[in-house]
């Protein structure tokens, strides 16, 4: 069985490092893990990002689940890209899991970012737009999601002194996908 590693984990300085670690816990838990940055491409050329995003999409559609870090990347939100990928797997009704390595709720990891103020009985930013405030740890999509095409968002109790290089969430979330889709370890 195949799992698409999706995060902003592509983005840190020892990122194939990381990826390395990801696809040996899959190993150890009989799942193959693909990772986004074994797909070779040249960096160089004029359509970079297009080979980049195919290539990545076609992971997926070889995949079985996903397993995303949606840990916050540069801002209170999970990455982007990474909420794309969720999407794109869940809209193929594959097995969905993802973890989070900061617990707190999404609305008071926005005040880490701006003012937040209430008004009219709801949460609004420094530009008066309404901050989602379900008591969630991110946005209501990404997290029902999870709970609807595979499993609730796995927290830490409390977030890990290294957010990026603390895979004990992710652990969890390759068990999980184990167990769902009947790999042996």
């Known amino acids: 069985m195949k799992i698409y590693l999706a995060g902003p984990d592509v983005f840190l300085p020892d990122a194939l490092e990381i990826g390395r670690r990801k696809v040996a816990i899959c190993a150890r838990h009989g799942l193959t893990g693909l990772y986004p940055l074994d797909n070779d491409v040249d960096l160089a050329a004029s359509d970079a990002s297009r080979v980049i995003f195919r290539g990545n999409e076609m992971m997926m559609d070889d995949a079985d689940a996903i397993i995303a870090n949606l840990t916050p990347f540069r801002g209170p939100g999970a990455d982007a890209g990474t909420v794309y990928e969720l999407g794109y797997m869940a809209g193929r009704s594959k097995l969905c899991l993802g973890y989070c390595n900061d617990p707190t709720l999404y609305a008071d990891r926005v005040r880490r970012f701006t003012s937040v103020a209430e008004r009219d009985g709801r949460l609004v930013d420094a530009e008066g737009l309404t901050v989602e405030d379900f008591s969630l ?11 609807l095409h595979g499993h609730p968002l796995v927290l830490p109790r409390e977030r890990p002194k290294d957010v990026w290089h603390d895979l004990a969430a992710f652990e969890i979330c390759v068990k999980l996908a184990a167990e769902r889709l009947g790999a042996e370890s």
Not at 137 to 144: A, F, G, R, T, V
């Open 137 to 147: 740890p991110d946005n209501l999509m990404m997290i029902h999601a999870l709970e």
